[in-house]
């Protein structure tokens, strides 16, 4: 497709409304205690200090577009971010450098294959493919502007903070555990920069990356940061402008067909919704113009994504009519010609 033929149209954008405050709250609520008792999956233990996680926690936040509130469970309680930063990074990305300077060195198609494979690397002639498998993320956490890796990470931790509306801090346990276990991070990024798709000290780019996964959020940082990208870039409980809408609908568009890694198309199918998963066991999911749903629950399916929260969202989905394929017929009296 001829993206700069499209370059000079007008865009408009269609948003609805969510229902009103106690009728969104009363399902949050409604939807944590339906799946309360589901204890399917095992949790991550790829990542040694992943696997000490309480499993039965289980928080779930909705952030509205004008700041409405409504958490319930364990919707504080801090975990680590790990691949969700993937889609804010790439947003920060995008503000930096542009729609196709990032599209052409990182990408928007899914691979079809796992999060951390080399040989969609190699297939693909060391081409990340889309930002949200490890290769593409670390591709593009390089682009984060930055004369050195601490200033980087900085810029990084800023920009994550600034979606999540307060200072965001490291997890060093998380951060050391993942450091002495990221061989495979570490031969993609030599592997990427073999293939000219980065420049700069890869080991030391992965360590940025490694670090920006161990950043500390709750299940409500999460959700107000996807209500962020739902605002246009605005986020609806600082005020603050943190990207540009046209950044927001790139994001999103790439999140949707990438988020949930092998299993996106299903999602997308079932549920209707951008959504990002990360193995500690968050996932945030994002209805542009209305909102975000967070949830977060360490017991994951065989893709690495959280089962409460995927139960919960999708079932909020429906309840709050977030999928964004879902119409019904318009309202006019139609008439044949």
Not at 223 to 249: F, H
Request: with cysteine; aromatic share 6%; hydrophobic share 45%.
């Amino acid at each position: 497709m001829d993206v700069e033929a499209l370059s000079g149209i007008p865009q408009q954008v269609s948003t609805g409304a969510l229902p009103a405050w106690e009728s969104v709250e009363e399902l949050v609520r409604e939807a944590h205690r339906r799946y309360t008792d589901d204890r399917s999956g095992t949790v991550a233990d790829y990542i040694p200090v992943l696997a000490e996680v309480d499993p039965e926690l289980f928080g779930l936040a909705v952030i509205e577009v004008d700041g409405g509130t409504h958490d319930a469970g364990d919707a504080l309680h801090p975990f680590s971010i790990q691949s969700i930063s993937k889609m804010f990074v790439y947003a920060l990305a995008i503000q930096e450098h542009g729609h196709q300077r990032v599209r052409d060195i990182v990408g928007v198609n899914n691979t079809g294959l796992a999060f951390n494979s080399l040989m969609a690397l190699e297939r693909n002639a060391g081409h990340p493919m889309n930002p949200m498998v490890n290769a593409g993320a670390i591709a593009t956490t390089a682009l984060v502007p930055g004369a050195t890796a601490v200033e980087q990470w900085e810029r990084i931790r800023e920009g994550l903070s600034a979606f999540a509306g307060r200072a965001l801090s490291l997890d060093g346990v998380v951060y050391a555990s993942e450091a002495a276990t990221n061989e495979r991070n570490r031969a993609m990024g030599w592997l990427l920069r073999s293939y000219g798709r980065m420049s700069g000290d890869p080991d030391e780019i992965v360590d940025v990356y490694t670090r920006q996964c161990a950043l500390s959020v709750t299940a409500h940082d999460l959700a107000v940061m996807g209500a962020t990208l739902a605002d246009g870039g605005v986020n609806p409980v600082t005020g603050q402008r943190v990207v540009s809408a046209d950044v927001c609908r790139d994001t999103l568009a790439v999140v949707a067909s990438t988020g949930l890694y092998e299993r996106s198309g299903e999602w997308l199918f079932e549920i209707g919704l951008p959504a990002k998963s990360g193995v500690a066991g968050g996932i945030v999911a994002v209805s542009p113009g209305k909102g975000a749903v967070a949830g977060f629950s360490p017991r994951l399916d065989s893709a690495g994504n959280s089962v409460r929260s995927q139960l919960a969202i999708g079932h909020l989905s429906r309840a709050l009519g977030l999928n964004l394929f879902a119409s019904a017929p318009a309202a006019t009296v139609r008439t044949n010609a």
